[in-house]
Structure formats: C-alpha cells, structure tokens
C-alpha cells in the first residue's frame, strides 16, 4: 500500500516526510511513498524532475529507506564536450538514526558514524541529501550524447 507522499517542500529541502509516527511502531513496520519532486543534483544547475518510489522501514537503530528513483541531469558529453542531458535510474538505501529521543525530549548521541543521516528533532526525515549524493553516483564516468558521437570535429 502506498501513502500519499507528505512532503514538506520550501526552497532549500526538497523531500521531507514526518517519521512521528513510524518511530513509535515497533521494529519491522513499513511506509512506503511516492516520490514527484523536483531536485538540484549539482549547486550551479537547475532543477531536475525525480521520480520513484521510496520504501522505509523501522530499525532497532531508526529507519532503513530504500528508494528508486529517477531523474534527469545535466552533463558533458565526453567525446564532443557538449551539455546534454542524462538520463538517470538509481537506487539507494541509507539509514537514519533520531538525533532526539521523542518520549523523553532528550538528545541522543552516540551513532558510529558521524557522516550518518539523521532524523531531525521534529521527526522528519529529509532524503533530498542521500538522493543528491546517489544520484551523482549514477552518472556514468564517461556519458556520451549519443551512442555514435564522433567527439571533437
């Protein structure tokens, strides 16, 4: 079943979903949600449409989301140098860890990793930052315009 996507949209966070509720069910409860967005995948670019499906699931440590995504991005081609724009299908999967304990109002600290996403102290969970990062990941290290291009002329 899927939710209707709750997004918390302003200019600089584009997908944002209220994990209020989610955390307070036990380990192995499921949301999954729709994803129609807009994203900038570089700073000095445009928008790009997304597009996916994104799955969380309750963790002893937090919220595993998985997503399946997909966008567009502006890029070089490496044979003849011109901008075109690459179309890109990407999965991710990253876990979020609370940063405050909701029942008690009381910061948590102590995650492995200090690089790890978070859950905010509202309960919100912005995957904007992981589908930025996945999705540069998925360019291909040498995009072609098209798959004849005959480079520099």
Not at 38 to 54: A, H
Not at 64 to 77: D, E, I, K, P, Q
Not at 126 to 148: F, H, N, V, W
């Amino acid at each position: 079943m899927f939710y209707r996507c709750s997004l918390i949209v302003n200019e600089s966070q584009v997908m944002q979903f209220k994990v209020a509720q989610l955390l307070k069910e036990p380990v192995g409860a499921t949301r999954d949600y729709l994803i129609d967005d807009t994203i900038c995948i570089f700073e000095e670019s445009s928008q790009s449409r997304i597009t996916g499906n994104i799955h969380f699931l309750r963790t002893n440590r937090g919220i595993l989301a998985r997503g399946y995504l997909n966008t567009v991005a502006n890029v070089s081609c490496s044979r003849c140098l011109e901008m075109f724009h690459c179309e890109l299908e990407y999965k991710f999967e990253e876990e979020y860890f609370p940063t405050v304990d909701m029942y008690y109002d009381l910061e948590i600290n102590g995650h492995d990793d200090p690089e790890s996403f978070t859950i905010d102290e509202d309960q919100v969970l912005d995957i904007t930052e992981a589908a930025r990062q996945y999705a540069i990941l998925s360019i291909p290290m040498k995009p072609l315009c098209r798959p004849g291009c005959p480079g520099l002329i």
